[in-house]
């Protein structure tokens, strides 16, 4: 049988699904190989994982007003979407 290796774009995908334990045990395994070698992607895992516990334990803090708004035109702008 031949491994097919994700990239990083599956990755971002699945990650949601990989930190709640619903996806496929084949993809699971092809993602923590992809996690051994991609520090692009283990950053995003570990920065998603503490943002889904600190929503979790309810230490998720109120952000100025406007806060949101400015943070998607820095985001935008960014991504070449202005």
Do not use: W
Not at 51 to 78: C, E, I, N
């Amino acid at each position: 049988m031949v491994k097919i290796p994700v990239d990083c774009l599956q990755v971002f995908r699945e990650i949601s699904n990989y930190l709640e334990g619903d996806i496929a045990p084949e993809v699971r395994a092809k993602m923590e190989a992809h996690f051994k070698v991609c520090a692009h992607c283990t950053a995003v895992l570990d920065g998603s994982r503490n943002v889904v516990q600190l929503v979790g334990d309810g230490k998720a803090f109120d952000v100025p007003h406007g806060f949101s708004q400015r943070l998607y035109s820095k985001l935008d702008t960014h991504l070449g979407k202005k």
